[in-house]
């Protein structure tokens, strides 16, 4: 910090500056990224609700309805008409929150201190965070050779030990859905909490199966099923940091709460104190400004853009990992190195990620990557191929 002030002119310019070096999602050469630009009316709800804080409710009573509406409104786009939870920051932050309940569920009516969790090795990294931050083990379950988590190695995972078992819809490396309706299953007769991470899918595929696209059920109406993740700052279009974490019972939350005495509540449930209702807020507007409607054809659209870049990969000669179940393709060139492959892209300004299961150049198909920008890339993967 200087010592005098200075003006906001000079600030604003050496801001503009720095920003220069980020990326733009407008430019639709960002192709790794699970996130995208927010609405311009989404941005606009969040900057009116900066100051509001959903630590203290009481304070901010009319947020916190926001809030309330919009967790009812998610859940019952996933089939529960009387879900709990809250907006948070992310995926990660509604994973961690997920564990931690099922942890203290299982500790409070089973007894059980030294807890496992199974999770695939497709999970996000989320988990590894969640298990290390909760004292639990990992117990990583085998993957098909479809890429999805393998469904008999989850079986004999199980033991007296087990708080948890994770099962992803929309992975983060091939956006591929788990056998979600057996797990759930296993765990309902097994009496073990299961979460489904669905923070990319949950955006999409009710949205997807309301234009006539067959997915597998993921979401409440399996009886197995305890808290779902999904992120409204994906392919919901609201601004960073937007996540959400749905419970089925109050009692998920109840187990994690603190006494919280000199705020307007009584406890506190959530990982953090301090949350902006901004998120809430900007949440709330833009999925009334779309409605099922607008959700519908905003999802349509990526799925033909995936579809697109599919169809055009296997006409160059380029090996797809797997057709596509949601928006994003993997691939290599069939006699180069990936890393290789992600260099010479690179060059030609795109920005790609690598999966590590398995390795691929990996193009997450985002709201700002337009038909333009496929088409422009596709002609230089034919460049380089």
Not at 45 to 72: A, H, M, R
Not at 101 to 118: L, P, Q, S, T
Request: overall charge negative.
């Amino acid at each position: 910090m200087d010592d005098k002030p200075i003006s906001k002119h000079d600030i604003l310019k050496e801001l503009d500056e720095l920003h220069q070096l980020d990326y733009d999602y407008a430019d639709g050469r960002i192709l790794g990224s699970m996130c995208t630009q927010a609405h311009p009316f989404a941005k606009e709800v969040y900057c009116k609700f900066l100051d509001t804080n959903l630590g203290d409710p009481g304070l901010f009573k009319g947020t916190k309805f926001i809030e309330n509406q919009v967790i009812k409104s998610i859940g019952e786009l996933l089939s529960l008409n009387e879900p709990y939870g809250n907006i948070v920051t992310g995926g990660t932050e509604a994973n961690i929150m997920a564990v931690r309940a099922a942890r203290n569920h299982a500790r409070k009516y089973k007894g059980i201190v030294d807890g496992e969790i199974i999770i695939p090795d497709s999970a996000h990294f989320s988990f590894k965070k969640a298990a290390d931050m909760l004292n639990l083990k990992i117990v990583e379950a085998k993957l098909d050779n479809n890429y999805k988590i393998d469904v008999e190695s989850v079986r004999n995972a199980i033991s007296d030990k087990t708080v948890a078992i994770v099962a992803i819809a929309g992975t983060t490396e091939l956006g591929l859905i788990d056998p979600i309706e057996e797990l759930s299953e296993i765990a309902f007769k097994n009496n073990i909490y299961f979460h489904v991470d669905a923070a990319f899918g949950g955006f999409s595929i009710p949205f997807l199966k309301r234009a006539g696209f067959d997915f597998p059920v993921f979401d409440f109406s399996l009886r197995g099923v305890c808290s779902i993740t999904v992120d409204p700052h994906k392919m919901g279009l609201a601004p960073i940091p937007a996540g959400g974490i749905i419970f089925r019972k109050q009692e998920y939350l109840d187990v994690m709460a603190v006494d919280s005495p000199y705020l307007t509540i009584k406890t506190q449930s959530t990982i953090v104190g301090t949350r902006l209702g901004a998120s809430s807020a900007a949440t709330y507007a833009i999925m009334k400004y779309f409605g099922k409607e607008g959700y519908t054809e905003i999802a349509k659209n990526l799925m033909d853009n995936t579809n697109y870049l599919y169809d055009n990969l296997i006409d160059i000669g380029y090996e797809v990992i797997c057709k596509p179940e949601l928006n994003i393709v993997a691939f290599n060139h069939p006699d180069m190195e990936t890393n290789e492959l992600a260099d010479k892209l690179s060059q030609y300004n795109w920005n790609v990620s690598v999966s590590k299961c398995p390795v691929a150049i990996r193009i997450v198909l985002m709201n700002h990557i337009k038909k333009s920008n496929l088409k422009e890339l596709i002609e230089d993967l034919k460049e380089i191929f």
